[in-house]
Nanobody, 117 residues
Framework: QVQLVESGGGSVQTGGSLRLSCDADRSIFGINSTGWYRQAPGKQRDLVASISFGGDTNYVDSVKGRFTISRGNANTPVHLQMNNLKPEDTAVYYC???????????WGQGTQVTVSS
């Protein structure tokens, strides 16, 4: 099974930027959709942004205008550019890849994003 690893997390101050990437240990083909989720301490994991096979994007309202999801290549299928970060964006961020014909998504182990005021 393909392993996903998120990179690009870290600690920034309010207003800073980070770019997350989702790296695969082998090329992935037949991607239906990809997405980024986040989980803050004591909270459930929620969708942040997703992009479909056709390029349609979807964002949670709180990140619209600040975050941009984009597709990469077969080895790094998805990125998340995060600008104007706020303390409430602090969470562990996970990438997810859904393949055509497969009901279960592939998940990474997460990368920590910490935004200080």
């Amino acid at each position: 099974q393909v392993q996903l690893v998120e990179s690009g997390g870290g600690s920034v101050q309010t207003g800073g930027s980070l770019r997350l990437s989702c790296d695969a240990d082998r090329s992935i083909f037949g991607i239906n959709s990809t997405g980024w989720y986040r989980q803050a301490p004591g909270k459930q994991r929620d969708l942040v942004a997703s992009i479909s096979f056709g390029g349609d994007t979807n964002y949670v309202d709180s990140v619209k205008g600040r975050f941009t999801i984009s597709r990469g290549n077969a080895n790094t299928p998805v990125h998340l550019q995060m600008n104007n970060l706020k303390p409430e964006d602090t969470a562990v961020y996970y990438c997810a890849v859904t393949l055509l014909g497969h009901p279960q998504s592939l998940w990474g182990q997460g990368t920590q994003v910490t935004v200080s005021s």
